[in-house]
Nanobody, 134 residues
Framework: QVQLVESGGGSVQAGGSLRLSCAASLYTYSYNYMGWFRQAPGKEREGVASIYTGDGSTYYTDSVKGRFTISQDSAQNTVYLQMNSLKPEDTGMYYC???????????????????????????WGQGTQVTVSS
């Protein structure tokens, strides 16, 4: 059975760091795009970052750019999300997703942005909670 298992969540103060892990039951390159989504209570699910497992290309939503880093360890079949300079608004349940498609790119004013859609991913983990206190 194909599985994704997240770990590494916890409670930290603002400015702190956490590293989330997503262990996959198959080789990561089997999954095309893998990503991280989050959902805060009462809010819609939000795409945070994704990685193309074929060449390691990475994509981020604007609110985490420069603070979060998505990476993969193909030998360990694991994708990571390193989260630095955490803010209270980063609080939520974080989900790993796989078997996905590339994010939607749009450019304006010389800057490009990415949107991630949950329906583009076919496999999901159970989630890990991240709580950032002020």
């Amino acid at each position: 059975q194909v599985q994704l298992v997240e770990s590494g969540g916890g409670s930290v103060q603002a400015g702190g760091s956490l590293r989330l892990s997503c262990a996959a039951s198959l080789y990561t390159y089997s999954y095309n795009y893998m990503g991280w989504f989050r959902q805060a209570p009462g809010k819609e699910r939000e795409g945070v970052a994704s990685i193309y497992t074929g060449d390691g290309s990475t994509y981020y939503t604007d609110s985490v750019k420069g603070r979060f880093t998505i990476s993969q360890d193909s030998a360990q079949n694991t994708v990571y999300l390193q989260m630095n300079s955490l803010k209270p608004e980063d609080t939520g349940m974080y989900y790993c997703a796989a078997d996905g498609r590339p994010p939607t790119k749009y450019c304006s004013g010389g800057y490009c942005h990415y949107n991630f859609y949950g329906e583009d991913f076919g496999l999901w983990g159970q989630g890990t909670q991240v709580t950032v206190s002020s």
